[in-house]
């Protein structure tokens, strides 16, 4: 018997919009006849470039690096030769150094075969992990050497591998884990070997039957010492915190990491990142993007360059069907709206959303009637309201007091306030504010 | 490449579509059935109140509108108001009440407080209250349905009344609910004779023809609180529509009838637990403000916890009123009084935060996980 479970406070139920996408097989992305390569894809300090206008680069080729611990290098995804370095704003609204390259129309990417990988050390298997430049691919894009080199002293009960994909229209995970199980499974066996993980949990919520269903039967073919968790669908499961209380009920102390409850979470798609860049020692330059949202032709799933421009994704996917109210990368609770299309695809860039809206989205904002919804749905037991009210009277003290700092910004909030209050924007200015 | 038709604002970029309006005209649309009752059993005179009340309340919000350069007529706060100021009138009242009831709702409680969202007390209640203590003769004479008694226009004091007149003449001594109702010949339908009777036969169950009336809105009272039945009807919809959540009535009326069940019949000579706490339910205007008027979202605390307190506060100030008060009005001031309570309650009692784990229960958990 298969127990259901989900995590138990707050939480909301978004009308999921995967059908729009989700039976789309990945496809590969025509080649771009130029990439942007931003320096910082990552959470932590931008890589130091290690190339210069004009100088020609290989596809594979590290042209970032690691400036500091919490940093990750990057890599060429294809042959050419850079046309200038030049300042880009992201989807997030950060602005970075990129590389403009022009790509080699003739030979433009290298092929990677499976390399012997069972006599590597997990030592050789996180300097890969390293030298690769993986970072966590859903969305936080924590550097992923960091996060699995284990500290002396800490141990590993569980590793969580986060197949929840909750944010609507999002099918990129959901695509992967169908159509590279294997792989995506052989990337989860090199986590557990790095981190020396004693019990291995894929928690899957249960809108992806079938991708349950095609893990569990190569688990069993594979003899893998790896249980599926089908999670009931609710926002934000995704989030780390949720996730481990939905499948080993742990709580995550406030400010502490799942570490602290001897946890490792990691992403499916960066498993995935991990077996390429162990078995096929490939950095992390491409990734898989879902294009979606009512305003676009054909909703898809496009496995693309890192440095790809939201405009060629969109081409690709018959270009707009009606003018969109807003684009959105990433999924539309936690995701940036930006208004250039010209912005690349970055490690992190799980879908490209073209969303029209629906009337409430453009209501303006009344005021509060204290319903309490917003304090019902928080996955982290704040008092959303409460604290938006005092940063909008900039009593930042207080409201760090009232842990303002446990907010992950998952959007719950907003997303039921009646009043249409921007509660997210006011945690986040809040936050911003409130920690000098 | 820039697009200036996109909207770039902050995540997230869905909405579930519930607005302060909508919620405002489902909380009026679960009471219709009940006021529509209303005005059934207590003839046209009911609706005309129901409708000066409503127009007076908007009418007062739109002058406030003028005065304050806004528009909120449409959040249906001001129809709402009027709707249950309506409602908790008696259908003989002067029609200079529901004007009166209304103005002062409008303007006292809620404009001069800063609008919708910042008033702390609810509006329709302080209405009730502020007429009822004010102009007492213009609203208590109230007249039996004429589901009960065949014709309308004839008037009758509530039960309540009737029972505590009776125990202050001391006749009753020693007698339940019913049967002080009995004593004092009460009237009933026929309806609710069967149906008891069938209780009886059937399930073995007592349950006192008074209780069906009361329950199904035969009996005297205001127009809208009459039929704990409909209410009910409309609550369920609002359960539904997830506008209301159990915690605020339900400890509400739990807190009362164990209170009621255990002391209930001790002030008319009966020994602990033996009052008859189902007939209190369904009297008086306990449904009317456990389900919709505790429940007003701007007057009640926002925690669940908090939500629970806010319940049992009122359940034992309706039983402190009704049972050892002299005066009428017991849900609506024990409401009134937890209102008060609202913004502590709401400043100390706050939600059990994720990952909120003392240390010691952590350590004796261990790892089993």
């Known amino acids: 018997m298969v127990r259901i479970s989900t995590f138990k406070k707050g939480g909301v139920h978004p009308k999921d919009k995967k059908e729009l996408s989700h039976s789309q097989a990945i496809e590969i992305l025509p ?42 290098d990057i890599h060429s995804p294809v042959n050419g030769t850079i046309l200038e370095i030049r300042k880009v704003m992201l989807a997030n609204s950060i602005k970075t150094d990129a590389f403009v390259i022009e790509v080699d129309p003739d030979s433009p990417f290298a092929t990677y075969d499976e390399q012997p990988y069972d006599s590597l050390s997990s030592k ?37 591998i986060n197949g929840v ?31 020396e993980a004693k019990n291995i949990i894929i928690g899957v919520e249960n809108n992806k039957a079938d991708a349950i269903e095609a893990l569990n039967q190569k688990i069993r073919e594979l003899t893998l010492p790896i249980t599926v968790v089908p999670l009931k669908v609710k926002y934000p499961q995704g989030d780390e915190k949720q996730l481990l209380k939905a499948t080993i009920n742990r709580e995550v102390p406030s400010g502490k990491l799942p570490l602290d409850v001897g946890a490792v979470v990691v992403n499916v798609g960066t498993a995935f ?10 950095p992390l330059i491409d990734r898989i993007v879902t294009i979606s949202g009512e305003a676009v032709s054909e909703p898809k799933n496009v496995r693309v360059p890192i440095g790809s421009k939201v405009s060629d994704l969109v081409e690709y996917a018959g270009g707009f069907k009606v003018q969109p109210d807003r684009i959105v990368s990433g999924g539309p609770m936690m995701g940036f709206a930006f208004y250039d299309q010209s912005t690349p695809v970055t490690k992190g860039f799980s879908g490209v959303l073209a969303l029209v809206d629906e009337k409430s989205n453009k209501a303006t904002k009344t005021p509060c009637i204290s319903c309490g919804k917003c304090v019902a749905v928080c996955p982290m037991g704040l008092q959303p309201t409460r604290l938006y009210r005092l940063i909008e009277n900039r009593k930042y003290e207080e409201a760090m007091k009232l842990n303002l700092m446990d907010c992950k910004e998952c959007g719950s909030c907003s997303y039921v306030c009646p009043a249409h209050l921007p509660l997210v924007h006011g945690m986040k200015l809040g936050k911003r504010l409130g920690r000098k | 490449m820039e697009d ?62 003028r005065l304050s350069k806004e528009s909120t007529l449409a959040d249906g706060s001001a129809f709402l108001t009027g709707l249950l100021i309506g409602m908790n009138l008696p259908a003989d009242s002067s029609i200079a009440v529901p004007i009166i009831a209304s103005a002062f709702a409008m303007f006292v409680v809620k404009w001069t407080f800063g609008g919708l969202g910042a008033n702390w007390i609810n509006p329709a209640l302080a209405a009730r209250v502020f007429v009822f203590f004010s102009f007492t003769n213009l609203m208590n004479t109230y007249r039996l349905p004429k589901t009960l008694i065949g014709v309308d226009s004839v008037t009758s004091a509530t039960m309540l009344t009737e029972m505590n007149m009776a125990m202050s003449d001391g006749a009753v001594t020693g007698l339940t609910s019913t049967g002080i109702l009995e004593a004092v010949q009460y009237p009933f339908t026929q309806f609710a004779s069967s149906l008891s009777s069938w209780f009886q036969s059937v399930l073995r169950i007592n349950v006192s023809p008074y ?61 602990l637990f033996e009052g008859d706490f189902v007939l209190q339910l ?4 306990m449904m009317l403000g456990a389900f919709f008027m505790a429940t007003d979202m701007v007057t009640s605390p926002t925690t669940y916890k908090g939500m629970i307190i806010f319940g049992i ?23 009134i009084v937890m209102n008060i309570f609202v913004p502590t309650i709401d400043r100390y009692i706050l939600p059990k935060r994720f990952g909120e784990v003392t240390k010691t229960r952590k350590e004796s958990k261990g790892v089993e996980a």
């Open chain 1, 31 to 72: 080649t771009p006849s130029e990439l942007v390569i931003p320096l910082s894809q990552h959470l932590g300090a931008p890589a130091k470039p290690l190339k210069e206008k004009g100088e020609s680069v290989t596809a594979g080729e590290k042209i970032g690096e690691a400036s500091s611990f919490i940093s990750a």
């Open chain 1, 124 to 160: 050789e298997m996180l300097d890969l992990v390293k030298e690769m430049g993986i970072v966590g691919t859903g969305g936080a894009t924590f550097p992923t050497h960091v996060k699995l080199a284990v500290p002396k002293g800490a141990s590993v009960e569980s590793l969580v």
């Open chain 1, 165 to 195: 994909e909750c944010e609507p229209y999002l099918t990129a995970d959901h695509r992967l884990m169908l159509e590279e199980t294997t792989n995506v499974l052989k990337g989860i066996m090199f986590v557990a070997k790095i981190t």
């Open chain 1, 273 to 282: 990142a991990i077996y390429e860049a162990i078995a096929l020692r490939k």
């Open chain 2, 4 to 65: 200036p038709m996109v909207i770039v604002s902050s995540s997230p970029h869905l909405h579930d579509r519930a607005s302060t309006a909508s919620m405002m005209w489902d909380v009026s649309i679960a009471l219709a059935p009940a006021a529509l009752w209303g005005v059934y059993v207590f003839g046209v005179r009911a609706l005309v109140i129901l409708l000066i009340s409503i127009a007076s309340s908007v009418g007062v919000e739109f002058l406030l509108n």
């Open chain 2, 211 to 271: 209780t069906i009336d009361a329950f199904f809105g035969n009996m005297s009272g205001c127009i809208g609180e009459v039929s704990a039945f409909l209410l009910l009807v409309g609550v369920i919809y609002l359960f539904a529509r997830k506008i209301i959540t159990w915690h605020i009535p339900i400890s509400f009326l739990a807190t009362f009838s164990l209170l009621a069940w255990v002391f209930g019949g001790v002030r008319n000579g009966l020994g």
């Open chain 2, 282 to 285: 369904f009297s008086g205007g």
């Open chain 2, 313 to 335: 506060g009122g359940g034992f100030l309706v039983f402190l009123l009704r049972y050892f008060g002299s005066l009428p009005e017991s849900v609506s001031l024990a409401i």
